[in-house]
C-alpha cells in the first residue's frame, strides 16, 4: 500500500513562515508529479502548487513568490516552504502524488491532510 504521511502545519502569525513535508512510502518504484492542494472551511479544494518529475512548477497565483515546492526523488519526499503567510492561506494542505503501477496507470494519492492557520 501507498501512503502520504505530511508534517510541518501548525499555528503561526501572519508575515511567518511553515515548511510542509510530505513523504510517500509503500509499493513505490517512481513517482511522477507531486503537489499540494489546500481546503479552507466552506470552500473548494484548489491546487496551491505542483512539481512535475523533471523539476517544473506551477503555483496558485496568489502564493506565488511567496510558496516554493521541492521535491526529494531519493527520499519520495515533496515540500512546501511557505513564506510571508497571510491569514487567506489558512487551510488544511493536502500532498498528493501521481504514481504508475505496473503497466504505467497512474493513481493519485493523497495525504491525510495538515492543519495551517494563520492569525491577523
Known amino acids: 500500500q501507498v501512503q502520504l504521511v505530511e508534517s510541518g502545519g501548525g499555528l503561526v502569525q501572519a508575515g511567518e513562515s511553515l515548511r510542509l513535508s510530505c513523504v510517500a512510502s509503500?509499493?513505490?518504484?517512481?513517482?511522477?508529479?507531486m503537489g499540494w492542494y489546500r481546503q479552507a472551511p466552506g470552500k473548494e479544494r484548489e491546487l496551491v502548487a505542483a512539481?512535475?518529475?523533471?523539476?517544473?512548477?506551477n503555483y496558485l497565483d496568489s502564493v506565488k513568490g511567496r510558496f516554493t515546492i521541492s521535491r526529494d526523488n531519493a527520499k519520495n519526499t515533496v515540500y512546501l516552504q511557505m513564506n510571508s503567510l497571510k491569514p487567506e492561506d489558512t487551510a488544511v494542505y493536502y500532498c498528493?502524488?501521481?504514481?504508475?503501477?505496473?503497466?504505467?496507470?497512474?493513481?493519485?494519492?493523497w495525504g491525510q491532510g495538515t492543519q495551517v492557520t494563520v492569525s491577523s
Open positions: 498528493n502524488a501521481d504514481i504508475p503501477n505496473w503497466s504505467g496507470v497512474l493513481t493519485r494519492y
Open positions: 509503500g509499493s513505490i518504484f517512481s513517482i511522477n508529479a
Open positions: 512539481i512535475r518529475s523533471g523539476g517544473n512548477t
